[in-house]
């Protein structure tokens, strides 16, 4: 049988990302898939809290944006050692992108990358077309 190509598309920090990697686990994922673990962080957003005006120093911006990207790198390896544990290969891929960029980000490593196959979560995707 083919060694499938498989996106696993999530947040690792949402609760969503655990139950969408449960329902793959469960019902799709096979021992021998190679599984891309991927998540296109949005910086915009992870910025903006429920406020509506925020004030950020460069210094403290550069900091910020470190931090938020060293919390989703832990979080990513958290999930893909879950799953390693399980005995799937996992490669983790983490972009960077502008909020109304994410959808392309990804279809574009899916494309680029003949991937068999997409999973992900519908949380937050409302205004995602492809």
């Known amino acids: 049988m083919k060694t499938r190509e498989i996106v696993l598309a999530v947040d690792p920090e949402a609760e969503e990302a655990t139950k969408t990697i449960q329902w793959a686990s469960e019902n799709f994922l096979r021992q021998d898939d190679r599984i891309h673990l991927v998540m296109v962080l949005a910086m915009d ?7 509506d005006i925020v004030t950020i ?60 196959c997409l999973i992900m979560g519908s949380r937050n995707l409302s205004g995602w077309k492809r």
């Open 45 to 51: 957003a992870e910025f903006m809290d429920d406020q």
């Open 57 to 116: 120093t460069g210094d403290s911006l550069s900091e910020l944006e470190n931090e938020i990207t060293s919390k989703t790198t832990k979080a990513m390896n958290a999930v893909a050692n879950n799953l390693k544990s399980r005995g799937y290969h996992v490669m983790e891929h983490i972009f960077k992108s502008k909020p109304e960029m994410a959808c392309q980000v990804l279809v574009d490593y899916i494309d680029t990358s003949k991937m068999d």
